[in-house]
């Protein structure tokens, strides 16, 4: 379960959105004509698959259109909508011609997800279904498609490959960056005002003390911690942290002084109308580049091993019996894991120890990442088998440059991967019949 694999971040949307957010809702659904009620009409074939006015429409719904939107923008909606349910119809196409299934037992976590990130039972969830405008089968359908779409995705990524001249060009192209606009910042301040009719005593005895802060933080002093006791700006009780945004969004005085400075350096004392200013840079780097900084996850988990449908039927049905037995405080996840887990972690209790982003498969992945620190997942089928994972804890860690440079990997791999699937879409759209169909008059 542990081998590494790529990030996958595309698709899956549904899954960790609320119930009436749903990208693909409604999606590439195989509707016969005749199931179509005398209100709806189709719109479109594709390679001899209806798609429904009604499907379209169900999409619509899902556009946020600001108020304000050109009414060119708008009227072009429908057919934009109808353009997107084309290219998802020819990819589930694909998909099922290559083989790709999704069982329900994925399906059933997808829905206990989809509860779980709505703080409700899979029953309450099912019961809310209708204000969403869904029936149980077609929610259940939309999250199969959209699973198909992501195992789709996952494939083709798999497909991809970075070298280390790809990376290397890459960290060229954009570390030591000076462009405001392609710059990630953070400073932390100390300010020291002078008031606006100070005189020269005031001010030099402003300096003074602005100069003594630089001079206690360069020397290693805790820069929060001073920036709590004598900096007089309202972030002051958050240890002068002035938040990360693009370079070109701080004024231009800090920018023009942190230019050369790197993360960790001080910088200052700086005078302006307020006063003086001692800046600590907390982030500074290319907006490109994957953040210099890293969340761990603590993590341990039970697996049950199967091979085929019914028997990750069966072992979700099992899970879900022990994952009730955990949150009740009948046993531990420790001792279950020693127990009944069917992988090597169990004599550890299941720990997997600290995991970096990337190192799981990405269903298991994605239903970690969902987790909080205490938290049980439902049952997470994978390729390995079922899983129940428990989060421990999380934890910041600064990049290696190894690490840094496997980021970037994960990032050009997706960045190609994207780009294929993108190319696949333009291929299949061309090799696929479209017969438009007009509405019923």
Not at 87 to 107: F, N, P
Not at 152 to 159: C, G, I, S, V, W
Not at 217 to 240: K, V
Not at 258 to 269: L, N, T
Request: proline residues 6%.
């Amino acid at each position: 379960m542990n081998e590494p694999t790529p990030i996958t971040r595309a698709a899956a949307h549904l899954l960790c959105a609320v119930l009436w957010i749903a990208p693909l809702a409604a999606s590439a659904q195989p509707t016969a004509p005749a199931a179509l009620s005398t209100a709806d009409y189709i719109v479109a074939l594709v390679n001899g698959e209806p798609i429904a006015a009604s499907e379209v429409r169900a999409r619509l719904a899902r556009i946020d259109v600001p108020a304000n939107a050109p009414a060119a923008e708008r009227a072009a909606l429908p057919r934009q909508v109808l353009e997107q349910l084309i290219d998802e119809k020819v990819l589930l196409q694909s998909a099922a011609d290559a083989g790709i299934r999704v069982e329900d037992s994925a399906v059933d976590a997808a829905e206990a997800e989809v509860a779980r990130r709505n703080g409700l039972s899979v029953a309450q969830l099912r019961e809310r279904l209708p204000q969403a405008g869904l029936t149980l089968a077609a929610f259940r359908a939309n999250l199969r498609n959209e699973l198909t779409l992501q195992r789709l995705r996952e494939r083709e990524e798999a497909r991809v490959r970075v070298t280390e001249g790809d990376i290397d060009a890459y960290l060229r192209q954009h570390q030591g960056s000076t462009d405001p606009a392609r710059t990630v910042l953070e400073l932390a301040q100390v300010l020291i005002p002078v008031p606006e009719q100070a005189d020269a005593e005031q001010v030099a005895r402003a300096r003074q003390t602005a100069e003594d802060v630089a001079r206690r933080a360069r020397s290693g002093e805790d820069f929060a911690t001073l920036a709590r006791r004598l900096s007089q700006a309202p972030e002051a009780a958050n240890g002068g942290r002035l938040g990360l945004r693009r370079a070109d969004r701080y004024p231009t005085l800090f920018w023009e002084a942190v230019r050369g400075a790197r993360a960790g350096d001080i910088v200052g004392p700086l005078r302006s109308g307020a006063g003086f200013h001692v800046l600590r840079v907390v982030t500074k780097r290319d907006a490109n580049l994957p953040e210099p900084t890293v969340t761990q996850t603590r993590v341990r988990h039970i697996l049950l091993r199967a091979t085929d449908e019914a028997a990750q039927r069966a072992a979700a049905a099992r899970l879900q019996a022990l994952r009730e037995r955990i949150v009740s405080g009948q046993t531990t996840f420790e001792a279950a894991a020693r127990e009944v887990s069917e992988d090597g972690s169990a004599r550890e209790g299941g720990a997997l120890g600290w995991a970096a982003p990337g190192l799981f498969v990405p269903e298991f992945e994605q239903a970690m990442d969902a987790l909080a620190p205490g938290q049980v997942s439902a049952p997470v089928p994978t390729r390995f088998g079922v899983h129940l994972i428990e989060v421990l804890e999380r934890r910041e860690v600064e990049r290696s440059p190894r690490e840094m440079r496997e980021a970037v990997r994960a990032l050009l791999r997706q960045q190609k991967a994207e780009e294929a699937f993108e190319e696949q879409v333009r291929e299949l759209r061309g090799r696929a019949y479209v017969e438009y169909r007009e509405p019923p008059q």
